[in-house]
């Protein structure tokens, strides 16, 4: 059975800071492109960033030099450190597990991340 478990959300205040961890089981972590995707009330989910398993990372515009995302392969687990939030950051903060070569694509259940003063 696959297991995304998000941590790490919560409330923050604008400029600050919040580190969320995404931790896998059921999947072969290393093969996987790890990413991070948010959806803000009334808006389609989106892309935050990715993290193949060797290669670049990739970010969308709205958090790059903000936001950091690595992977630790030996615990199964991926990271996204948010800084200097904006309250435009507020979201469900989802994990996503992907193989393309396998047509796999997996979720977690999600984490809140609110900014506000």
């Known amino acids: 059975q696959v297991r995304l478990v998000e941590s790490g959300g919560g409330l923050a205040q604008p400029g600050g800071s919040l580190r969320l961890s995404c931790a896998a089981s059921?999947?072969?972590?290393?093969?996987?492109?790890m990413g991070w995707y948010r959806q803000a009330p009334g808006k389609q989910r989106e892309l935050v960033a990715t993290?193949?398993?060797?290669?670049?990372?990739n970010y969308a515009d709205s958090v790059k030099g903000r936001f950091t995302i690595s992977r630790d392969n030996a615990k199964n687990t991926v990271f996204l450190q948010l800084n200097n939030l904006r309250p435009e950051d507020t979201a469900v903060y989802y994990c996503?597990?992907?193989?393309?070569?396998?047509?796999?694509?997996?979720w977690g259940q999600g984490t809140q991340v609110t900014v506000s003063s």
């Open positions: 996503n597990a992907n193989r393309w070569d396998l047509g796999t694509d997996y």
């Open positions: 059921g999947i072969i972590f290393s093969r996987n492109t």
């Open positions: 993290i193949p398993s060797s290669g670049s990372t």
